[in-house]
């Protein structure tokens, strides 16, 4: 079985560019959880959806949009981009809104 | 906000020396969980904590949940080169998980 996909694994943008990152969860997970991981930090929580609902949202700013579609897979969006946006940004499936998370190998954002 | 404090940052040891890391939450939390992130790679789930006081054991790692479900802890006995990576804990709040900032397990050359 396959595991979460992120894609693009890497990319460079310039300050004020839009970036879409995407995920595919394991088969049969409802719920998307997208994290930013900043070298040397532990995940923050931006958002996550369950059954195309957005359940939960962090403290990120506007920019920060995200949707997940028919197929459980999701979108995250990020507008008008601050170099401060540069991280490891991580997607994690799992089969409810509170059971453990299988995450992704990650999108590496580089803004620049 | 609510917030996870995690315990040291880094914690260098001898091969064979224990390691713990630990936990304090400013709120009760319903579970608590504890991943492992090697070096350039994703966090791995390894348990969840759901019961008061409870007290799990995966070969050479102990996991503990407090009394009050604020805190927890992950101690591992004997450790090896393989457990080389940084520990995170995340407690479960209001449906989003919180996460620590993690410590960084070293073994000393």
């Known amino acids: 079985d396959a595991g979460v996909t992120q894609s693009p694994t890497h990319l460079i943008k310039t300050r004020g560019q839009h970036v879409t990152l995407r995920c595919s969860p394991i088969s049969g997970h409802k719920s998307v959880s997208w994290y930013q991981q900043v070298l040397g930090q532990g995940p923050q929580f931006i958002f996550q959806y369950y059954e195309k609902e957005e359940r939960g949202r962090g403290n990120f700013p506007d920019r920060f949009s995200a949707r997940q579609f028919p197929n459980y897979s999701s979108e995250l969006n990020v507008n008008a981009l601050l170099l401060g946006d540069s991280a490891l940004y991580l997607c994690a499936s799992s089969w409810g809104v509170t059971r453990e998370a299988f995450f992704g190998q990650g999108t590496r954002l580089t803004v620049v | 906000g609510q917030q996870v404090m995690q315990i040291p940052q880094y914690q260098h040891v001898q091969e064979g020396e224990d390691f713990t890391t630990y936990c304090n939450s400013s709120?009760?939390?319903?579970?608590i969980q504890w991943y492992k992130q090697r070096p350039g790679g994703h966090p791995v789930f390894l348990i969840q904590l759901v019961k008061s006081g409870e007290v799990k054991k995966q070969k050479r790692l102990t996991f503990q949940f407090g009394e009050a479900k604020k805190n927890s802890s992950l101690h591992i006995t004997a450790t090896q080169t393989t457990d080389v990576g940084t520990y995170f804990c995340?407690?479960?709040?209001?449906?989003?998980?919180?996460w620590g900032a993690g410590t960084k397990l070293i073994i000393k050359p």
């Open positions: 709120t009760t939390l319903s579970n």
């Open positions: 995340a407690g479960e709040s209001n449906y989003q998980l919180i």
